[in-house]
DNA sequence: GCCAACGTTGGC
DNA sequence: GCCAACGTTGGC
């Protein structure tokens, strides 16, 4: 039986970045199951949070960068536990890691499964959004491809986007 | 294409 | 363990 790690309240969402023209929301609305592994993330915060935050069912804001413009452009969830990438432990690949071993993995991933598109909310209007403002995403130079989002700052995001099926 | 911000690496 | 150099991110 283990024990939970932490007694603090896991992050209710999450926001993950992609840039669209590598894999855009409409690439995982395409796969089967809609769903895919969220492979490459080679931040070790950003992996702290898939690996020890998350949980199966978490909603996520899947977020398009380095595009005009940025913005949300759909809701997605946690779809499994952690375990680690494999593309580390392919020479092949370009997210290869030869530090890295199956004994002894750096990197870990959770699969992502859409659930619905939203009505675009451009990086704009998040930004000028006042209840927003503790969003790691619109805070000056920051780059975490994966962070937490809290129940609040979900909802605005909703609402922002129209979206009324929550 | 520019460049500010930030993370990582490696010499010492 | 410091920190300069370097590479990457990502908005603009």
Known sequence: MAKKKSDTPKPYAWLMKSEPDVYGFADLLAEPEQTTLWDGVRN?????FM??????GDPVLFYHSNCRPPGIAGLAK???EAYADPTQFDPDDAHFDPKASQDDPRWFLVDVQAVRELNFV?????????RLAELPLV?????????????????????LAGDTDA
């Open 139 to 159: 805070k000056r130079g920051n780059r975490l491809s994966v962070m937490p989002v809290s129940k609040e700052q979900f909802e605005v995001v909703l609402e």
């Open 51 to 56: 690996r020890d935050g998350m949980q199966v």
């Open 44 to 48: 070790y915060q950003a992996r702290n």
């Open 122 to 130: 451009p990086l704009e209007t998040l930004k000028n959004e006042p």
């Open 78 to 80: 946690v779809a499994s």
